[in-house]
């Protein structure tokens, strides 16, 4: 089972939004409506931020939101913050009953 | 508070064994999914192994070496790792959960040198 793939660095401006896409195949995000978003700061262990597609956990930023279409899905940070600067990893339930990570994209906040 | 920690990790040599411990908290450990993720230093995230309903599941790099199971008596996850290679080093994350990892501990490294 390959990762899931994402752009390796996505920028933005303070206030700005930034939409981070992972990609899938039809044995995993296109058939499932698993996909989960998680945010690790350098040195920390990892947080959900966004599951089932587009839940968010209670405590979780509004400006954080989920989307899928197709074999793809999307993470939109609106209201880019400093502290958003972090990597950010999406994952999805597959086909093999497995879970697949996404290859991560960094962050960075001008 | 739902809290997870792990323990076990350090360094062992190329086919050495090595066991993971997760104690869980704050939650009903016996019926919840739980599952191990693991990252190689400087990459990313890596799904290894998760147990849900009593069925355990293994990613393909593992199958046959490592083995997870929970002692529900006192609330505890093991991941028992084989054969261990070179590859297998990285910090080893304990996380409640199967297709969501709701709670995370902070890790505990595996290094396989000689």
């Known amino acids: 089972q390959s990762a899931l793939t994402q752009p390796a660095s996505v920028t933005g401006s303070l206030g700005q939004s930034i939409t981070i896409s992972c990609t899938g195949t039809s044995s995993d995000i296109g058939i499932y409506n698993y996909v989960a978003w998680y945010q690790q700061h350098p040195g920390k262990a990892p947080r959900l931020i966004i599951y089932d597609v587009s839940d968010r956990p209670s405590g979780v930023s509004n400006r954080f939101s989920g989307s899928k279409s197709g074999n793809t899905a999307s993470l939109t940070i609106s209201g880019l913050q400093a502290e958003d600067e972090a990597h950010y990893y999406c994952?999805?339930?597959?086909?093999?009953?497995?879970?697949?990570f996404g290859t991560g994209t960094r962050v960075v906040v001008l | 508070e739902v809290q997870v920690l792990e323990s076990g990790g350090g360094l062992v040599q190329p086919g050495g064994s090595l066991r993971l411990s997760c104690v869980a908290s704050?939650?009903?450990?016996?019926?919840?999914?739980m599952s191990w993720v693991r990252q190689a230093p400087g990459k990313g995230l890596e799904w290894v192994s998760g147990i849900s309903s009593g069925t355990t599941f293994y990613t393909d790099s593992v199958k046959g070496r490592f083995t997870i199971s929970r002692d529900s008596s006192n609330n505890t996850l093991y991941l028992q790792m084989n054969s261990l290679r070179a590859e297998d080093t990285a910090v080893y994350y304990c996380?409640?959960?199967?297709?969501?990892?709701?709670?995370w501990g902070q890790g505990t490294l595996v290094t396989v040198s000689s």
């Open positions: 704050g939650f009903t450990f016996s019926s919840d999914a």
């Open positions: 994952c999805s339930y597959t086909s093999s009953r497995i879970v697949v």
């Open positions: 996380a409640m959960g199967y297709t969501s990892l709701s709670s």
